[in-house]
T-cell receptor, first 117, second 114 residues
Framework: EAGVAQSPRYKIIEKRQSVAFWCNPI?????LYWYQQILGQGPKLLIQ????????DSQLPKDRFSAERLKGVDSTLKIQPAKLEDSAVYLC???????????????FGEGSRLTVL | AQSVTQPDIHITVSEGASLELRCNYS??????LFWYVQSPGQGLQLLLK??????LVQGIKGFEAEFKRSQSSFNLRKPSVHWSDAAEYFC????????????FGKGTMLLVSP
């Protein structure tokens, strides 16, 4: 079974530029998450999708971050304009949803490391 | 709001010695608890999870964890550490529903000395 795919793995940009990250979840997983992991900290949820609808985006800085999952499969996270403090690893995760026995386990991709200069 | 505290930022253990990583959680209902491991430059890999039943859960790579509701703890243990266990370990709590959101601790970096 293929895992969660993310690209690009690494990106270096200057502040005020824009960047986009792509994620393809495990096939059949309805729930998709974007987490931000700043160096030395645990992952922090940015946004959670259920199919193509947003479940939770309370911690997404909406003035500069946006995310979409138009067809309920893959997703794109965009930052525009980037700030120095956006330097982090952006992790995408997916999980199956609903039904008995759902343990809420998340499966993570390898992440996209962003450096803002 | 749910939260996780991992009180130890770094821990150094000699190879072959036992290990215990601490995790305390705050959650309003019955929690689902997880331990993930992250090697440098890699994503997070699930070590083990607890959602019901036996409070002592076994995971991969010889790890185990014990859920103690009275102490709101879910500590990770391994009887004999190997050099390849050096990594960062994250404890997480969630509700386990279809809309489950995991909240992570800040992580504990495990260093293994020869």
């Amino acid at each position: 079974e293929a895992g969660v795919a993310q690209s690009p793995r690494y990106k270096i940009i200057e502040k005020r530029q824009s960047v986009a990250f792509w994620c393809n979840p495990i096939s059949g997983h309805a729930t998709l998450y974007w987490y931000q992991q700043i160096l030395g900290q645990g992952p922090k949820l940015l946004i959670q999708f259920q199919n193509n609808g947003v479940v939770d985006d309370s911690q997404l800085p909406k003035d500069r971050f946006s995310a979409e999952r138009l067809k309920g499969v893959d997703s794109t996270l965009k930052i525009q304009p980037a700030k120095l403090e956006d330097s982090a690893v952006y992790l995408c995760a997916s999980s199956s949803s609903g039904g008995a026995g759902d343990t809420g386990e998340l499966f993570f991709g390898e992440g996209s490391r962003l450096t803002v200069l | 709001a749910q939260s996780v505290t991992q009180p130890d930022i770094h821990i150094t253990v000699s190879e072959g010695a036992s290990l215990e990583l601490r995790c305390n959680y705050s959650y309003g209902a019955t929690p689902y608890l997880f331990w993930y491991v992250q090697s440098p430059g890699q994503g997070l890999q699930l070590l083990l999870k607890y959602f019901s039943g036996d409070t002592l859960v076994q995971g991969i790579k010889g790890f185990e964890a014990e859920f103690k509701r009275s102490q709101s703890s879910f500590n990770l243990r391994k009887p004999s550490v190997h050099w390849s266990d050096a990594a960062e370990y994250f404890c997480a709590v969630g509700g386990g529903s279809g809309y489950s959101t995991l909240t992570f601790g800040k992580g504990t970096m495990l260093l293994v000395s020869p």
